[in-house]
């Protein structure tokens, strides 16, 4: 990601922070001047849960062959950017549901901590403490069922997203099923949006976020799917003036009905694979570029000639 730096490694995949999470970190103590080191404690706690889960996610990709290129993180969480992303729903679904899996594993570690600290009674020693364990067990506990609950929302591209994703591609085409959750992720943006404007009207806390977050899924989303509809040559109407085609030889989409050549003409050797009506192109040695005009019989031929008169590895 722009304007990240490289802090390290963790089983082989670079970590970066970027320059905004930097910073609030060194904001936080102008904010909670109370308790500042206490804070930004707490805050990278919190992004190391976060480093985890996207951990969950590259380490379950690198089961299935996908690299991760590396992990950055960012205020609004987390990023794993890996080399590929395959058209697969068992492969999309088990990467999608690697990073809450995990939120929800610490989650159970915590609550087992918090039931060893209950029984034993062991806050009773730390009571010159602000926060006891029990309290802190219990905040590590809430914070990893937040954060894999939230991740699961149905909001694409959030994990939820991926996974709705992956469910709607067992019964549509790839771009269908990525058109739909990116619709659904939209209506989710969307209602980010509105709660997070009327927290700042009605003063609620803990919403400030969300309409960024809501911003970012939305234009995250649209992003991806203009990619699938490129890998997939099915572009949208509005972006066909770019030259967004299906690939001339797509098995799926042939750009001509199949086409069986005249009896007695000889084999298409054509490296573009095209069908085309007529074996071999005419030949126009001696044409216009040597002063020569065409024939009537030559411009019918071409006029009838649907495949390549110049192969494609000589473009």
Do not use: C
Not at 64 to 73: A, N, Q, S
Not at 183 to 201: N, P, Q, S, T
Not at 279 to 301: C, F, I, Q, V
């Amino acid at each position: 990601m722009f304007g990240s730096l490289p802090v390290g490694r963790l089983f082989g995949i670079t970590v970066r922070v970027h320059w905004l999470w930097l910073a609030m970190v060194l904001a936080l103590p102008l904010f909670f001047d109370e308790q500042p080191l206490a804070t930004v404690i707490a805050f990278l706690v919190l992004f190391g849960v976060v480093l985890l889960h996207e951990l969950g996610h590259s380490l379950m990709a690198r089961q299935f062959r996908i690299r991760t290129l590396d992990i950055t993180l960012w205020p609004l969480g987390g990023m794993a950017r890996m080399d590929r992303i395959p058209e697969s729903s068992k492969i999309e679904f088990w990467i999608a549901i690697a990073g809450p899996l995990v939120n929800f594993a610490l989650a159970a570690l915590g609550g087992a901590v918090l039931l060893i600290l209950a029984l034993s009674d062991v806050s009773a020693n730390f009571d010159d403490l602000r926060f006891s364990p029990v309290e802190v067990a219990w905040g590590f506990v809430l914070m990893n069922l937040a954060m894999g609950g939230f991740n699961l929302l149905p909001a694409f591209p959030m994990d939820g997203g991926r996974v709705l994703r992956a469910g709607l591609a067992l019964f549509v085409d790839w771009v269908r099923a990525t058109a739909l959750a990116v619709f659904v992720g939209r209506l989710f943006a969307f209602a980010m949006i509105a709660l997070g404007l009327a927290g700042l009207l009605f003063e609620w806390p803990n919403t400030m976020m969300l309409p960024v977050l809501g911003v970012f899924i939305w234009l995250a989303g649209a992003n991806e799917l203009l990619h699938v509809r490129m890998r997939r040559a099915q572009a949208d109407p509005r972006f066909a003036a770019f030259g967004f085609r299906p690939p001339y030889n797509d098995a799926d989409t042939p750009p001509f009905p199949p086409q069986t050549p005249p009896p007695g003409a000889a084999s298409s050797d054509d490296p573009s694979g095209a069908r085309r009506p007529e074996a071999t192109p005419p030949d126009l040695s001696g044409g216009p570029a040597e002063g020569k005009r065409l024939s009537d019989e030559e411009l019918e031929r071409l006029e009838r000639f649907q495949g390549r008169i110049r192969p494609r590895n000589d473009e």
